[in-house]
């Protein structure tokens, strides 16, 4: 199986050397990774890092700011670079009615754009978007209905906010572009895989046999991101043994 890894787990070696993190995660067995930022480097530079790593670019957590209509045309030339089709958005602060509808609009602009270049937009779930805002307004829901993004299902934060994370993956069907194979407690508190609770080998053999993408995230450093991230493909590699 191959299995991609979003670097935001390594975030402690990525700020000082992207191209060394890189092939440490290519050394560990993982194929493909997703970006979270690119640290200066151009987008020739992250283009040959891929090639010289042998690593696939599965996707990159993109703030909606890199979207708005003064800099998505330099985002696109960036991605279309690099080789990336998938932009996901990371993180929105959707608390509230004015908040939710303003990102709700920056998205129906947006997405048409990049679909005419070949760019899928998806968005990242966090615990709250599963919750309600303070206008009592379900976020998730809202996006579902009133835009045509995709969805990078965290799998991890469904499970902490109360969800089974293979009935909403079923419900939302082809709205799910990725999923993130991450594991923790119901508290919040995240975990290397197969050290918490979340059902993360129930997900893994949803998304094989429904042909999902799946990334790897972890990001509590224990006790750096590469031996944490290393734990995970052994336990990975375990469930296929």
Request: with cysteine; aromatic share 8%; charged share 20%.
């Amino acid at each position: 199986m191959e299995y991609g890894l979003q670097l935001y787990s390594v975030r402690d070696i990525t700020q000082k050397g992207l191209e060394s993190a890189m092939q440490k995660v290519a050394d560990l067995g993982y194929s493909s990774v997703e970006f979270a930022g690119f640290f200066g480097n151009s987008a020739p530079e992250v283009g040959r890092m891929l090639r010289d790593t042998g690593l696939r670019i599965s996707g990159t957590h993109t703030g909606w700011e890199e979207l708005t209509p003064d800099r998505i045309m330099n985002t696109i030339l960036y991605h279309k670079i690099i080789g990336n089709k998938n932009i996901i958005i990371p993180w929105a602060d959707l608390s509230d009615r004015l908040k939710l509808g303003q990102f709700i609009a920056l998205v129906n602009e947006a997405q048409p754009l990049l679909a005419q270049h070949g760019i899928t937009l998806s968005y990242h779930n966090h615990k709250d978007e599963f919750l309600p805002n303070k206008a009592g307004q379900i976020p998730h829901e809202v996006l579902q209905r009133c835009t045509n993004i995709k969805f990078e299902i965290d799998t991890f934060w469904a499970y902490a906010a109360g969800k089974d994370p293979i009935a909403l993956l079923e419900r939302l069907g082809d709205r799910v572009s990725v999923i993130h194979l991450k594991d923790g407690l119901a508290n919040g508190q995240g975990k290397a895989l197969g050290e918490g609770t979340a059902p993360v080998a129930a997900v893994r053999e949803y998304a094989i046999a429904h042909g999902l993408e799946m990334v790897v995230e972890s990001e509590t450093l224990n006790p750096t991101g590469i031996k944490e991230v290393e734990r995970c493909i052994q336990y990975l590699r375990s469930l296929e043994a």
